[in-house]
């Protein structure tokens, strides 16, 4: 299922004007222009778009904030920070289609009445930027209409935080990336205090897509409470890691061994669990991952979500309990500090997982007072991981020895 | 009823001119809610987490501090997540840090029953930093509850010589580079010392007789006075012990003041004293 990654066989450059019009966002653009703001924006909802970021918010909501306040100065942001773990499908997308999300970008601006937009790009990805320095120069949308836009890239500084919507403005006004209180959400006082939308990468090229064709077309795949595709990134033991786009509510066990997507598990042949919506997400058992959907709603009875749409997949030789750990590192590293629960919560966290025995009840305390008391989704999520392999007793070490471990 | 928002907050039904946070609101009905970082003349930084309660149709607990009051919501202060969340916030902060000078801190220890010792594991324990004449960092103490950042910010003294550096665990109160107070952008005003609540910032004279196991609060007696060294009209509580001024603050109600001062009204009492008695300290 191919909307979002172009055709294998698309000869033209990523960078062209052709493909521009190949893609439709040519017309998408100048559809944009003829139905109007509000029209844009009923679209948007009709279709059912929810953001692709990882929290999965109603898309023309927030556009429909921003557009109906009384200040002047609108800002719209594409979030292109991603620094989830084992989620790489904004690369492949900016890199493979750029203009998918540019366009969507172009688009939120007029449907909102922004005329300044920015790129947040996570500061890794230098090709990327090579990529969108020569997009913006092009900035075909510029000659189309009469919408006046300027685009301004950013290269944030290598830090996950910074990925958080409101860390993101504070980074673009030149703070040090925390994340702030909300309310008030960035629709209503966002960067310099104006409102703003800010937008996934993925989500963005899934306005430009819909407005290439139409609300029909777009709910055609997926399913009635998440209607379109999403990019899965599938990474581990499975025969081919890669991103590949998928309708959603596509059982997760296809994705994993379906010849057209991962093509079976890898490593030594036997899955042992997958971590699912990256270091914020859910461990599924083998059992699971044959019985699950990849839809928000169907993955609600798994205590999961698909979040940035990572896939990591781990064959029985691999330690799930070590994996923890791991992810707990990657936690206490990426915390901003700002808060108690997740400042000093991810460090004992880490602390008590580097240990030989774990206190169940312990670690349930601390982790559901981080899911409660930490300011953003960085300390709410830190211990989801964690407390989902907590839950299945069948991803505990195997020996009897560690039984006790675990008493 | 325009201006008002009525809400329940335990039970209780209330209602709170429009703006009112849940903290005040939930003072009102007189159930507290512990605050750390709270100063009623900082803006909220919402970083201890202390004053969360449970906000029904909120997925997370939010902070009293900084939450507005909105017409009819129900409003926990002790539920059983709220408990937790206060508990483990205590225990995680008395486990990391030296509270012994903060008795905010060793209150919400104290009462919500924490067992600190379940957390054993790194602790925050940099060196003091003795590297001015009028007041001494002690960071083991920092709970960074950002009121000296805010302080010395937008907030109140509009310098910004500190800020929050590194990140995670890690994550300290910095002058830039780590640079020592005398080379930053400091005016000494101490209004960073004024705010902070766990000793981690102190005034040289009360650092020093404690040390010396001379500083006895229970023997400090009070007075009021106006700054004399302009005419702003700022004022003073001079704190003195044995007929020495140890530390001078400003009430933090006083509507000129809010609490702030500059380095002539908080410090220069150290140069009358320093030149009665031939030494003294020197910035
Ligand atoms: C710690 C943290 C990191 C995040 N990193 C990203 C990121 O790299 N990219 C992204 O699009 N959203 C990220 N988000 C989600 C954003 O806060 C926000 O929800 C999203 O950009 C909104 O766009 P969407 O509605 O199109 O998904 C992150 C959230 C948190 C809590
Ligand atoms: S939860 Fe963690 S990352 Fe988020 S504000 Fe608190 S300390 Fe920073
Ligand atoms: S003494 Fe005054 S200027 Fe210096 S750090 Fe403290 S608040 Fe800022
Ligand atoms: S030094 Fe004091 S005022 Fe500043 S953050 Fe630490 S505890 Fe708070």
Redesign the pocket.
Known sequence: MRRLLPADDTVSPPLSRERWRDRGYHEAWERALTLGPQTVIEWVTAAGL????????P?GQ?WASVAQSADPVKYVVM??????LG?FK?RALLTRDPWGALAGLAIAAFAVGAHEAYVYL?GEYADVERLLEEALALAPWAEAGSYPLAVRLIRGAGA??A??????LNSIEGRRPE?RVKPPFPTARGLWGHPTV???????ANVAVLLAHDVAWFRAVGTEAAPGTKLMAVSGHVARPGVYEIPMGLPLWTLLTAPEYAGGIGGSGRLRAVLLGGA?GTFLTADECRAARLDNLALQPFGASLG?GAVMVFDDTVEIRQVVRQVAGFFAE?SCGQCVPCRIGTRRLLEQLSASTLDIERLRDLGGAMRDASI???GQ?APQALLSYLDRPSLWPRTSKEEECHA | MRDTVSLTIDGVPVSVPQGTTLRAAAEAVGHEVPTLCWHENLAPANACRACVVEVEGSRALVAACSRVAEPGMVVHTRSPRVERARRVVAELLASAVDISLAPTVAALVEETQSEPERWEGARTAPPVRDDNGLYVRDYAKCILCYRCVEACGAEAQNTFAISVAGRGFDAHIDAGWDRAMPESDCVFCGNCVAVCPTGALMDRTEWTLRQEGRWDEAAIHTTDTVCGYCGVGCALTLHVLDNRIVKVTSPDDHPVTHGMLCVKGRYAYQYVQAEESGDGPLV
Do not use: H, M
């Open positions: 929810t953001g692709r970021g990882g929290a999965a918010f898309t927030k979030n292109a920070d991603e620094s989830e989620t904004d996570r996950y935080i990925g958080e919507e409101t860390a993101l994340p800010i937008q996934n990468v993925e989500t963005l914020a940035s990426e953003c989704g960085l999520t």
